[in-house]
């Protein structure tokens, strides 16, 4: 149930919430846009939980990955402002880097100090390396970027996942108009393991993933 118009997003989710004409005007928007804006946190950040208790994590699809290019000052690397979750790094040797937690990579940094970099950890809002990385080079990889407000752009993420971001709406709505959400969590979750699944599915259902010694 994919809509064209970000109008008509929000006044099918008023007629699931409350019933009603589709085509009749929503009377407190603001709301609807909170709620909205919050069922968009649910799908971009996690953090609801299925009726049976298990905590539901983000959605990471492939239409949320963005390019990272940026370049390294004082052996870090600035992170992007609309990023949610790194997904792979790189220095300009192509070598995928190990992340680590900045505890562990701070501790071993002294020891090495020659050499490729091969490890990195997140520091603030920054990269960070070991060994430590000279001024200049290219941190490259890619990392899954926020999308825009459903209100400014209907993005890619949601075309591709519609219902989802219906159902999410309705989770965090729900609750604001005193109504039982119990059947909308239901299918949210329903509808983010299949989108979750189906990323998976993406790599691997064209054929076997195979390990292959090096």
Known sequence: MRYDTYGELRSAIQLLLLGGDINDPVDDITSFDNMISLGEALVHNGGSF???????????????????????????????????????????????LEVVAERDLRSRLKYFQGGPARKAAQAGDSVIF????????????RYYARP????????????????????????????????????????YTQLLDQANQQERNRVSAGGRLRQVSR
């Not at 219906?166 to 039982?180: E, K, M, Q, S, T």
Request: charge should be negative.
């Open 50 to 96: 299925a009726i049976d208790g298990r905590y539901l994590g983000p959605l990471r699809a492939s239409s949320m990955e963005t390019a990272l290019d940026v370049a390294v000052a004082d052996n870090a690397a600035p992170l992007p402002a609309d990023c949610m979750e790194l997904s792979i790094l790189w220095l300009d040797d192509g070598a995928p």
């Open 130 to 141: 070991s060994p430590t990385v000279e001024d200049g080079a290219v941190l490259g990889g």
């Open 148 to 187: 825009p407000a459903l209100k400014d752009e209907l993005h890619a993420t949601y075309d591709r996942y519609p219902d989802l971001y219906v159902y999410a709406a309705l989770v965090a709505a729900a609750p604001h108009f005193g109504i039982d959400g119990a059947r909308y969590q239901i299918s």
